[in-house]
């Protein structure tokens, strides 16, 4: 099985602020990983897929890279919406996929 | 607009039933593979089971492997999670969520969940 590890866990930031989260494949998964936003009691959004493709409809102030198994999500200027928990999700080994432990953005 | 919405859930004992469902509208549901996904309390996304737009191919997480069943009635419209033997560590609020056909193999739609819990 392909694990994922996102670091840090936690992250304190400001509004304005440059946010960058770090997911790693235990394994190279090319660029088959998604991200996703999670705010308390709400579903998963979706917000870049393919490691750098932004979904339709998300603000382009989100932003991914990365390949093999390393990656990261880059949040240019964070907003107050922005506060949530983000979480990567591998999908090499579709449509068995796995997903990070997430990444909880909260303010400082 | 594209709505998914699960029922099904509440408190069960340990090595108890219960069966969940997932109402799709919007779309042509058909025309797309779906899962279950679940997040125990505070904790993490867990994929769960797999099917095809068909129902011909399914797959399992190996935790839930010969416990559960998923299932789908295109004609209903709707997507079943039939699960048996349930243990704690089943607790956890189930969506139902839609693979991407623009966006690869992710999912793109997720319904707004339902809580399982089982405890004695």
């Known amino acids: 099985d392909i694990q994922m590890t996102q670091s840090p866990s936690t992250l304190s930031a400001s509004v304005g602020d440059r946010v960058t989260i770090t997911c790693r494949a235990s394994?190279?998964?090319?660029?088959?990983l998604a991200w996703y936003q999670q705010k308390p009691g709400k579903a998963p959004k979706l917000l870049i897929y393919k490691a750098s493709s932004l979904e339709s409809g998300v603000p382009s102030r989100f932003s991914g890279s990365g390949s093999g198994t390393e990656f990261t999500l880059t949040i240019s200027s964070l907003q107050p919406d922005d506060f949530a928990t983000y979480y990567c999700?591998?999908?090499?080994?579709?449509?068995?996929?796995?997903f990070g432990p997430g990444t909880k953005v909260d303010i400082k | 607009q594209v709505q998914l919405v699960e029922s099904g859930g509440g408190l069960v004992k340990p090595g108890g039933s219960l069966r969940l469902s997932c109402a799709a509208s919007?779309?042509?549901?058909?025309?797309?593979?779906m899962s279950w996904i679940r997040q125990a309390p505070g904790k993490g996304l867990e994929w769960v089971s797999y099917i095809s737009s068909s129902g011909s191919t399914i797959y399992y997480a190996d935790s839930v492997k010969g416990r559960f069943t998923i299932s789908r009635d295109n004609a209903k419209n709707s997507l079943y999670l039939q699960m048996n033997s349930l243990r704690a560590e089943d607790t956890a609020v189930y969506y139902c969520a839609r693979y991407s056909s623009s966006s690869g193999e992710t999912f793109d739609y997720w319904g707004q969940g339902t809580l399982v819990t089982v405890s004695s």
């Open positions: 394994q190279s998964i090319s660029s088959w």
């Open positions: 999700q591998q999908y090499n080994s579709y449509p068995q996929v796995t």
């Open positions: 919007g779309f042509t549901f058909s025309d797309y593979y």
